[in-house]
């Protein structure tokens, strides 16, 4: 019996202590696995890109800090020349810029056209966007009038057919030091969309190239701007393909996700990488995205582009008076609808209603401000890129 106790005693020993063993054993190697993933997370935190707030310039973040709730949602607007009351309405609404058309270049000299544009600058507290579309061809705004450009800008087909993506550099380098002379900082190009089809709506604007070539094509054009600190505008975002004409009717794009991956977000992607300031987007309604709105104000759109295709830079709406979003949506509404889906600039000539509603919505929580200054830092931002805020 004394036997059968002292083993049994002996027994007990052994098992604890084998316990106490294994639990020392699991407690180092756990310590072990927790060290290795602490350091693992932290490598990738590290490695993880910073937050809007830590890449943002001093001195823009100065200038947001100072800005009234009206100043920051006009800066958002980069609107059509108004007919009557420019120079007020700069003042009034706090614009962000100004687009140029036709009829803003009728019957001016290149000294009057300077003059104009300057005493819209002098009107504004925050230097404007000046605008106008200079794709070359069929648009083109300035060099419409022969008292401004003794020729008219070449498309894009034109000049690479005369002499490949050489001409098309050269010309962009020209074209970017004439703007600049005007005071004119964005062209709204270059053309991103890909077209095959000759009869499609939107392929006299573009390159006319499959969408390898329409990205050598964009990334030529947006690194040449770039250099002459112009402005750069990657237009339609997701791409027009060989769709209709949203100037005049809502248009339905029925191509799959994969198929717009494959051909029309190249250009696009190819933009981004080169260092594109801005992406305009269409008015279609691009049904494998989201079936239910106009991509200017889908935010499934958006997504895509600032998620997928990783862009950090400002997102504007095409003009909002073609008829592709005027017949979807009110203008009242809309200006609201474009900032809620995540543009930060908004193209439209009815501002007038537009503004009251946004600072009526971020009043009433429907809009965040943290949101809207996220905006405005983008555009500040581009602003200061473009050598206009000193």
Do not use: C
């Not at 900082?185 to 969408?211: C, K, M, S």
């Not at 190249?266 to 008015?283: M, N, T």
């Amino acid at each position: 019996m004394k036997n059968f106790l002292i083993i049994l005693l002996t027994a007990i020993i052994l098992v604890l202590g084998s316990f106490f063993i294994l639990n020392l054993f699991f407690d180092f190697t756990g310590k072990q696995e927790n060290e290795k993933n602490t350091a693992s997370s932290k490598t990738v935190i590290k490695e993880m890109p910073t937050s809007n707030s830590e890449e943002v310039d001093h001195s823009v973040k100065e200038k947001l800090k100072n800005m009234s709730l009206e100043e920051k949602v006009g800066q958002l607007f980069f609107v059509r020349v108004p007919e009557q009351n420019q120079v007020q309405d700069i003042e009034t609404y706090h614009l962000g810029g100004y687009v140029l058309f036709g009829r803003d270049m009728e019957n001016e000299t290149k000294e009057s056209l300077i003059e104009k544009i300057k005493s819209y600058q002098d009107a504004s507290d925050i230097p404007l966007l000046i605008g106008s579309d200079e794709e070359g061809g069929t648009v083109t705004r300035l060099s419409q009038n022969a008292n401004l450009i003794t020729a008219p800008f070449a498309s894009p087909q034109a000049l690479y057919e005369a002499g490949g993506f050489a001409a098309i550099k050269s010309d962009t380098i020209s074209k970017a030091k004439i703007l600049h002379e005007f005071g004119i900082n964005a062209g709204l190009f270059p053309i991103a969309d890909v077209a095959t089809d000759p009869n499609a709506f939107i392929y006299d604007r573009t390159i006319g190239l499959d969408e390898e070539e329409t990205s050598e094509y964009v990334t030529t054009v947006v690194k040449a701007l770039a250099a002459e600190k112009s402005g750069s505008t990657l237009k339609h975002f997701p791409g027009y393909g060989n769709n209709r004409d949203s100037h005049v009717e809502i248009v339905h794009d029925t191509r799959s996700l994969q198929e717009l991956r494959q051909t029309d977000f190249k250009p696009f992607k190819a933009g981004i990488k080169a260092g594109a300031d801005s992406i305009l987007v269409s008015h279609n309604i691009i049904t494998h995205i989201d079936q239910t709105k106009p991509a200017s104000i889908s935010k499934p759109v958006h997504d895509v582009l600032r998620n997928e295709l990783g862009f950090k830079g400002v997102i504007m709406t095409d003009d909002m008076d073609m008829a592709g979003l005027a017949d979807f949506i009110s203008q009242a509404e809309a200006g609201l609808a474009a900032l809620q889906a995540g543009n930060d600039l908004i193209m439209s000539s009815s501002y007038q209603v537009q503004i009251p509603t946004i600072l009526a919505a971020i009043k009433a929580g429907k809009y965040a401000e943290s949101d809207l200054d996220t905006a405005v830092v983008r555009v500040l931002t581009w602003k200061k890129e473009l050598g206009l805020l000193n």
